[in-house]
């Protein structure tokens, strides 16, 4: 029998070779800070070269030159709209491409980019106070001054590419990025479906990532939570999912959720207890100190109102969990292990009659079971 093959449209796309003066940062880029998103391409390069160490890049492209297995993504900006897709064999869009006007935003290679127009550039050095870095040989400076790239027409036709790419390929983005990044292109009017069918998400990963953004969005907005933290450990907000929905209000299908309102209003103040929980809150602590914790404990006590309750009051969360089954199997188990307690102690006691400290203990257990007759029997 012949076997059928499944038809897959595939668009070659040559890389072309674009000067870096028509080479622009990504103001939406996803790794950015929220804060650094939208600035202009002086600002953004300064956070570039600020926070994502492009010292190293600078000697690799200072000494190898630019490797062209490793094209940028571009997009063209103000792309006529005749041009509804990217047509290579089109001579007029050829043109438009080639026209020394055009000029393309990197979604793709930043720090590539970024290094190579800071090497370029003495002035800009010399404004960041870059002092170390190599000095460019003519030939090197002439390898970089053009940059292989691949160019797609528009940012929903890179989704297939970065998600394979950043969301679950070799070259993975933190898990807020990630998430930033798909909120990026639901806002772009994509839908979340053609989004995961496209990067192979069979597990939804997607769509929870997506939610635990918009959640994060709600917690800044309507509870003025600062979200900075939960940011740099976002993998806890979303691991929590696993058995908090219910807690937050929320349905049991990721597919039902609402994604302009995750969490009801009416949930509000549970799910500022679980961020409190997850990541502190006004200089209070986090009770989470490593992701078991969250699968172990607190997904245990937050669905528990008796152990919900303790936790509140006390903010001990190991503790908290003995209630998970009930304040009444809290007290049997305490008392049976104090009693087991108490029956080792029995039997060596008499070897430590005349020391006080072991009289003065002894003497408060006997109070405490005293209290505990009195108010067992009243």
Request: proline share 5%; hydrophobic share 35%; with cysteine.
């Amino acid at each position: 029998m012949t076997k059928k093959t499944t038809e897959v449209a595939v668009s070659r796309r040559p890389p072309l070779y674009i000067p870096v003066s028509r080479l622009f940062l990504d103001p939406e880029n996803p790794r950015l800070p929220k804060e650094a998103q939208g600035k202009s391409e002086g600002e953004l390069l300064e956070v570039l070269f600020r926070r994502f160490n492009l010292e190293e890049l600078a000697y690799s492209m200072a000494e190898n030159g630019y490797f062209d297995e490793e094209p940028l993504v571009v997009i063209p900006q103000q792309l006529p709209k005749k041009f509804k897709k990217v047509e290579p064999d089109n001579p007029e869009y050829v043109k438009f491409i080639g026209d020394e006007r055009t000029k393309f935003t990197v979604v793709e290679g930043n720090r590539r980019v970024a290094a190579a127009k800071l090497l370029l550039d003495q002035g800009l050095r010399k404004k960041f106070g870059i002092k170390t870095w190599p000095k460019l040989s003519k030939a090197v400076a002439g390898n970089i001054s053009q940059l292989p790239a691949i160019v797609y027409s528009k940012r929903r036709e890179v989704v297939s590419y970065l998600g394979v790419r950043h969301l679950i390929g070799i070259q993975k983005w933190e898990s807020y990025a990630k998430a930033r990044y798909i909120d990026s292109m639901a806002e772009s009017g994509a839908d979340l479906d053609d989004i995961q069918a496209k990067i192979g998400d069979r597990k939804n990963a997607t769509r929870l990532s997506y939610i635990c953004y918009k959640i994060l969005e709600q917690a800044k907005d309507i509870l003025g939570y600062d979200i900075t933290k939960a940011q740099n450990n976002f993998s806890f907000l979303i691991l929590s999912m696993g058995g908090l929905r219910n807690f937050l209000g929320m349905p049991r299908k990721l597919s039902e959720v609402d994604y302009n309102e995750p969490v009801p209003k009416d949930k509000m103040e549970n799910l500022h207890f679980l961020l409190s929980c997850l990541y502190g809150d006004k200089g209070s602590d986090p009770l989470i100190e490593e992701s078991r914790d969250i699968t172990d404990y607190l997904k245990w006590v937050l669905n528990s109102d008796e152990a919900y309750e303790y936790l509140k009051e006390t903010g001990d969360l190991k503790e908290a969990y003995e209630y998970t089954a009930g304040e009444e199997t809290y007290l049997h188990k305490a008392l049976a292990t104090a009693n087991k307690k108490l029956d080792l102690v029995l039997g060596k006691v008499h070897r430590h009659r005349d020391k006080p400290n072991i009289r003065e203990e002894i003497e408060k257990a006997s109070q405490t079971i005293e209290e505990l007759l009195k108010r067992i029997n009243n």
